[in-house]
């Protein structure tokens, strides 16, 4: 049995080695992005959401969409601030004609509209975040799980005629597929990358197509994030999303009995403390000194030690022909030298018994719990059954008692009364 689990777990591996060198090769088929390369397609990804942003604010319809939106606004602080903002650009135009009419100098200008300085994106930052909000929700109109009707719904809610929402249907929809592509276009040039990174984890107890593929989901989230401006290589910046995203994965999927992520990382962090303890001190630390370490409490800690080992598979070969779950015994099943016992003891008695009349017997039988009779009966519920009197069932007990006490009996039964 333990050599066809090997074989078996044998053929599954090299299945999934042969697996992961097709997919090498398939991937290894794309060539590398230098960083003029990462730069293009950033750019490409980029200009498609710029362009589908502005077919949402560049539309009259969408644009009185807007302006409604703007006057549904609560009145708080955004409210405040945009109020700020127009108050702060009169304020700039009002400095900007007396300098040009030499009624003030820039100084003054300069200190008329510095109270206002920090207030002058706000106007335009809150109108940026609409138009995102409103391509959002374009977006999700053009989703291909939404029908014509619902789209047609949609307009008809945002007050644009059916010709204005044909067209930006069509603008927004071609700008998204092209963001898609180019994101797309970057996430494959960059699956060696996730292999890379997916294999100093090799030794992890999740398979290798398992890693990869959640390094994939990494990708493609560094992908939608990615930012040229701040200057980092996209490799650079996709590694820190593949491994936070395979760790993550490790941590939820790799342990037999799942524990939460947090709880993983502080057994991480509780694994490192421990080595370092050891190379420094030569032994292993206790709970108190591990605590100390760790910041947590005693009881906390003993906890994590208590289960941080994985389980062992009952499956585990120990020696050729021996599994470890043949050496574990089975606390449900019954004693086996208990069982001969009963046997015997079963057989004794029987013969012994079998001296006395049936009627004694079976009253002993009652009384006592004996054969099939689990429970033991009282003097009442045996005279009930066999039409007697209390007085007259313990007469007849105590006769068939004496008879078992004779010395050829009690001989039979001396190796289990001792």
Same mark, same amino acid.
């Given at each position: 049995?333990?050599?066809?689990?090997?074989?078996?777990? +044998?053929?599954?591996?090299?299945?999934?080695?042969?697996?992961? @060198?097709?997919?090498?090769?398939?991937?290894?088929?794309?060539?590398? &992005?230098?960083?003029?390369?990462?730069?293009?397609?950033?750019?490409? $990804?980029?200009?498609? !959401?710029?362009?589908?942003?502005?077919?949402? %604010?560049?539309?009259?319809?969408?644009?009185?969409?807007?302006?409604?939106? &703007? +006057?549904?606004?609560?009145?708080?602080?955004?409210?405040?601030?945009?109020?700020?903002? $127009?108050?702060?650009?009169?304020? @700039? *135009?009002?400095?900007?004609? %007396?300098? #040009?009419?030499?009624?003030?100098?820039?100084?003054?200008?300069? #200190?008329?509209?510095?109270?206002?300085?920090p207030h002058l994106p706000a106007k335009i930052q809150r109108w940026d975040d609409i138009v995102g909000e409103f391509a959002a929700t374009l977006r999700a109109a053009l989703e291909p799980s939404t029908s014509e009707a619902e789209g047609r719904q949609f307009a008809a809610r945002l007050g644009l005629p059916p010709s204005t929402w044909t067209v930006l249907e069509a603008s927004l929809d071609r700008s998204l597929r092209q963001a898609r592509r180019a994101c797309g276009d970057l996430v494959v040039a960059n699956l060696r990358l996730v292999v890379a990174v997916a294999r100093k984890y090799s030794r992890a107890s999740l398979p290798m197509l398992d890693l990869i593929q959640e390094g994939n989901l990494g990708l493609m989230r560094a992908a939608e994030k990615f930012d040229p401006q701040r200057g980092l290589r996209f490799s650079t910046y996709a590694i820190w999303w593949i491994r936070q995203s395979i760790t993550r994965s490790i941590a939820d999927q790799g342990r037999t009995i799942r524990l939460p992520v947090h709880v993983v990382e502080t057994l991480h962090k509780l694994a490192r403390m421990r080595s370092e303890a050891i190379a420094v001190n030569g032994r292993d630390p206790d709970a108190t000194e591990l605590a100390e370490r760790l910041n947590l409490s005693v009881p906390r800690v003993r906890f994590l030690l208590e289960i941080g080992p994985e389980p062992i598979p009952l499956e585990t070969p120990v020696g050729e022909d021996t599994e470890i779950g043949d050496l574990l015994q089975d606390e449900r099943s019954p004693d086996p030298l208990a069982r001969i016992d009963?046997?015997? !003891?079963? @057989?004794?008695?029987?013969?012994?018994?079998?001296?006395?009349?049936?009627?004694?017997? $079976?009253?002993?039988?009652?009384?006592?719990?004996?054969?099939?009779?689990?429970? *033991?009966?009282?003097?009442?519920?045996?005279?009930?059954?066999?039409? &007697?009197?209390?007085?007259?069932? @313990?007469?007849?007990? %105590?006769? #068939?008692?004496?008879? !078992?006490?004779?010395?050829?009996?009690? #001989?039979?039964?001396?190796?289990?009364?001792?």
């Open positions: 049995m333990v050599a066809t689990a090997n074989t078996s777990n +044998e053929t599954a591996g090299a299945r999934a080695d042969d697996l992961v @060198r097709n997919y090498l090769a398939q991937i290894g088929q794309v060539a590398l &992005l230098t960083r003029e390369g990462e730069l293009e397609f950033a750019r490409r $990804r980029e200009l498609a !959401l710029v362009d589908a942003r502005a077919a949402a %604010a560049l539309s009259a319809s969408s644009s009185a969409a807007l302006d409604k939106a &703007l +006057e549904e606004l609560p009145a708080s602080e955004t409210e405040h601030r945009q109020r700020q903002a $127009r108050v702060a650009l009169a304020q @700039r *135009e009002a400095c900007r004609e %007396a300098l #040009a009419c030499g009624r003030i100098d820039a100084a003054t200008a300069l #200190a008329r509209l510095r109270p206002y300085i009963g046997d015997d !003891l079963a @057989r004794a008695l029987q013969s012994a018994m079998g001296r006395l009349t049936e009627r004694e017997t $079976r009253i002993l039988e009652l009384r006592f719990g004996l054969g099939e009779q689990e429970e *033991e009966q009282t003097l009442e519920a045996v005279g009930r059954a066999f039409s &007697l009197t209390r007085e007259r069932v @313990r007469q007849i007990e %105590a006769r #068939a008692l004496d008879k !078992l006490r004779r010395n050829s009996i009690r #001989a039979q039964l001396s190796d289990f009364i001792g």
